[in-house]
């Protein structure tokens, strides 16, 4: 073969090692790759810009409403969930702040995967100058069709009143990205 030929493919899959590709191009066995192997995953940042009067105790959704960015769009603005497609691991980070400064009995941001609790965040508690921010990090599995995520905020009880959160792309935030298929 000549060193400036091309092979291309039209339809159909390709199968290396494989008699029956599952996949447009199925390897069985090791690659390797000298260049940059580039892949189109999944990734999505999505923040409050506009503070929301959070209930007392809790939990609260927590309404986000600027999208930074969702490469597949599995953002959902109007229900606030994220639902993606591609079934697999995915790291999923969040943050919830308080435009309170006496918070007392502090907040916690809390990951929910299908309306039920997955993870919760530090208690975050906050002083005279400084104002709380709960973070959580996690890694989870989501099947690619119906499981979602939400982000929630548990607060003080009812004698503290109801404080706003802290808007900002920093401050009240949910973000992730899929990491892999699974074993």
């Known amino acids: 073969m000549a060193s400036s030929s091309n092979i291309y493919f039209n339809a159909g899959s390709v199968g290396i090692g494989s008699s029956a590709p ?22 999505f940042y999505v923040y409050q810009a506009v503070a929301q009067t959070l209930s007392s105790g809790g939990p609260s959704k927590v309404s986000l409403d600027t999208t930074s960015f969702d490469n597949y769009g599995y953002w959902h603005a109007d229900s606030r969930k994220y639902i993606p497609l591609i079934p697999g691991y995915y790291q999923v980070s969040c943050g919830v702040g308080s435009g309170t400064n006496s918070t007392s009995g502090g907040i ?34 989501l099947n690619g069709s119906s499981d979602y995520l939400e982000l929630y905020y548990y607060g003080p009880g009812s004698s503290f009143g109801s404080p706003a959160s802290y808007p900002g792309a920093s401050q009240t935030f949910l973000t992730g990205h899929f990491i892999s298929t699974g074993p």
């Not at 191009?25 to 940059?36: A, E, P, Q, T």
């Not at 039920?116 to 921010?133: D, E, F, I, K, R």
């Open 22 to 43: 599952a996949h447009t191009l199925d390897v069985s066995g090791s690659v390797s790759v000298s260049g940059s192997l580039i892949s189109k995953i999944p990734v």
């Open 108 to 141: 916690i941001a809390a990951i929910y995967k299908n309306g039920l609790w997955y993870t919760q965040g530090n208690l975050a508690t906050g002083n005279s100058v400084n104002t709380p921010c709960s973070t959580a990090s996690t890694i989870m599995y």
